[in-house]
């Protein structure tokens, strides 16, 4: 038998983080956040090999549970959310609930024994979303994949959460994400 590596790229043809409308994305917003408060520099977008397959190893994911749990899962969004000049990319919605509950979709290397709560950039997204959503959506199903479980020999593990938040909690995440819009000239 003869092996051979070959030079080859994963080329995925339909994950959302591909096709984005043109315009200010809530990602560009977080990413200033971090940059900002916390101090985490994110290299230029110029993504290397292993970027490139930790981010499209969380597009399988959302792709993969979209289509096994169709018939009991929220449904795809087929376009971007707007407010404020402001851009989203929810991952889905349960329309039969009153208000509606958004779903969100993550696959993370972090360890499983990380906290949700302690997530800012995950709640972040999250609250956003269900304001730019409105309606009085306050009501998240987070479905999280930890690739690697709890570092101790687990294996991958899977971990579903129910977050709701309050008006004001909504309201106030959103507030402060115009006011890094607009403090770096994104909007008016």
């Known amino acids: 038998m003869e092996i051979k590596v070959i030079e080859t790229e994963l080329i995925l043809q339909s994950h959302s983080g591909m096709n984005r409308a043109p315009g200010l994305h809530l990602s560009d917003v977080l990413d200033s956040l971090e940059e900002e408060v916390f101090k985490i520099k994110r290299p230029a977008r110029s993504w290397g090999e292993g970027d490139t397959i930790c981010m499209d190893t969380g597009f399988l994911f959302e792709e993969a549970l979209s289509y096994a749990m169709s018939d009991s899962m929220a449904e795809r969004l087929d376009s971007e959310v707007e407010l404020d000049g402001i851009l989203g990319s929810p991952d889905g919605i349960r329309f039969e609930t009153d208000p509606w509950t958004l779903e969100e979709f ?66 106030s995440n959103w507030k402060m994400i115009k006011k890094e819009a607009r403090r770096r000239g994104w909007i008016e």
């Open 106 to 171: 993550k696959a993370t290397w972090k360890s499983s024994n990380n906290r949700v709560e302690d997530n800012w950039r995950w709640l972040t997204q999250i609250k956003s979303y269900l304001w730019m959503i409105g309606g009085g959506m306050d009501t998240c199903i987070l479905r999280v994949l930890y690739l690697n479980g709890n570092y101790k020999g687990s294996g991958p593990q899977y971990r579903a959460y129910e977050l709701t938040f309050t008006e004001p909690e909504l309201r």
